[in-house]
């Protein structure tokens, strides 16, 4: 009989037990139902068993009852026991899961919500006689999720803020990687293979200084604008701008196969880019930009470079510096790819012959390659080539000097045009420049009380054209008088 009761007790747990959100996941821990009840039950037990024995043991003592009389009596208590067991089990159960166990499993429910993310789970409905215990746990955990939602919040707030507002000083997955990453902030490097793109304004420093300086930040910031949507696009991170220059990488934080081709398409697609922004600015009254672009691909430090009061996130390395070399050899409109990429990239791409040149500390040749088109999947090509056949017959006389590290030689040469168009000039020097010199060039007369200011020029080309050896001169600054002058005379001459 105590078998057949104590089961029963088991059923009344058991079968409960299976509603329990949290009995799903097969935690050995006892759930309160289960707890309570069971705790219950052999209490119960264990009183009515000590009033069983208290009983018999009572009926006995006398001596004038007989093994048959003990044993039915015994019965009717154990009968009686099971009754009052049976009706104590029954209410209590009704009792405890009304006032105890249902508000807990409410609470626990709405916990077990909360893991899932259910909006619901910051309600949790309970019966007005719930006791106020149990009320005030409600309460209590309802203002710690308020409190924690709303710190939370603010903290989202802040690293949004922070993401977005440093996101416009470093590239936005610089700035996850230095949030996300245990050992973001401490300074040091790893050794990666990068591309590094390097864009340089031509003549935008002469530029600036015969304008409003408000005027040119102006410009200058439309021109980044228009090159940093360019890099974005492609995938690449902005390292930083060096005045009007761009320094871009491809291959940090993430790397990935196709780095130097991408950082081929960029380069193309933002000297595209400065033709269409050059159609809008020139209407306005600005000045026609120029730019020049070298690539390079190389080992490097990436990481936080500096001290404990000032780091920086970058790179350093030859292959930057590489880059930096490769550019300034450039003439507006070009890009140039180093040896190192282009043998990456030159079954994508259409160069021309290569370009060498000997440089200050350098133990060999500086070797680049003039890109102009790039193949699938990227299919970019320069909208502008100038061509040197292509020209106007004038001669004007004029006084030239090389300008080396930026700094003008005092020695000068002179030289006469032969043929000009609107970015190139082709003169006889004496004595002929070397390819890729820069110079400072002078006419050497004034026109109805003008005068030409100074035309900044890098040599292409030489070459020999009618028993005479000539220069072919890149513009690269000009002021904008003085090439509306030029194109007139252009104009009329041809």
């Known amino acids: 009989m105590l078998v057949k009761f104590f089961g029963m007790g088991r059923f009344l747990t058991k079968k409960q037990d299976k509603k329990l959100p949290f009995n799903s996941n097969r935690d050995d821990r006892k ?128 690293t949004n803020f922070i993401r977005n507002t440093f996101g416009r000083y470093l590239s936005k997955k610089v700035v996850d990687e230095i949030l996300e990453s245990p050992n973001g902030q401490e300074i040091g490097g790893r050794r990666e293979t990068v591309t590094i793109l390097m864009a340089d304004l031509r003549g935008f420093t002469s530029l600036s200084e015969t304008r409003d300086p408000e005027d040119m930040v102006r410009l200058l910031n439309r021109y980044l604008e228009h090159m940093s949507k360019v890099i974005m696009e492609y995938d690449g991170m902005i390292d930083e701008f060096i005045g009007d220059a761009i320094l871009a990488v491809f291959g940090v934080p993430e790397k990935r196969d196709d780095d130097p081709a991408r950082a081929v398409a960029c380069g193309l697609a933002m000297q595209n880019a400065l033709v269409e922004l050059n159609d809008e600015i020139v209407n306005e009254g600005y000045p026609h930009l120029e730019m020049g672009i070298g690539i390079n691909t190389g080992p490097v430090i990436v990481g936080n470079i500096g001290s404990e009061v000032r780091v ?84 004007l006389p004029f006084h030239c000097w090389k300008v080396e590290d930026k700094r003008i030689a005092s020695e000068s040469m002179s030289g006469e045009t032969t043929m000009l168009n609107e970015n190139l000039i082709t003169a006889s020097i004496e004595p002929p420049l070397d390819p890729l010199t820069d110079i400072k060039l002078i006419f050497d007369f004034c026109m109805d009380a003008h005068c030409f200011d100074a035309v900044y020029a890098k040599v292409l080309s030489v070459e020999e054209q009618k028993k005479k050896i000539v220069n072919h001169l890149r513009i690269t600054s000009i002021n904008e008088k003085d090439r509306d002058i030029l194109k007139s005379w252009m104009e009329a001459g041809s």
């Open 312 to 395: 920086k996130y970058g790179i350093v390395g030859a292959a930057v510096n590489t880059a930096s070399r490769i550019e300034s050899t450039t003439t507006g409109g070009q890009v140039l790819l180093g040896e190192s990429t282009y043998n990456l990239v030159k079954e994508l791409v259409t160069a021309d012959s290569p370009q060498t040149i000997m440089m200050k500390g350098l133990k060999r040749p500086l070797v680049s390659y003039p890109v102009t088109a790039i193949g699938s999947p990227y299919n970019v090509k320069l909208n502008f080539r100038a061509d040197i056949e292509d020209g106007v017959e004038i001669n």
């Open 31 to 158: 759930s309160v139902r289960k707890t309570l009840l069971m705790g219950v039950f052999w209490r119960i037990l264990a009183i009515e068993g000590i009033l069983l024995i208290w009983s018999l043991i009572y009926r006995a003592l006398p001596g004038d009852a007989g093994y048959a009389d003990l044993f039915w009596y015994a019965m009717r208590i154990i009968f009686l026991i099971a009754i009052i067991l049976l009706f104590m089990m029954v209410t209590l159960r009704s009792f405890l899961t009304k006032r105890i166990i249902s508000p807990l499993e409410a609470i626990a429910s709405a916990n077990q919500r909360l893991r899932e993310n259910d909006p619901t789970a910051r309600q949790v409905d309970l019966p007005n006689d719930t006791p106020k215990e149990i009320k005030g746990i409600v309460s209590s955990r309802t203002q710690m999720l308020d409190t924690i939602l709303e710190v939370s919040e603010e903290r989202l707030r802040l």
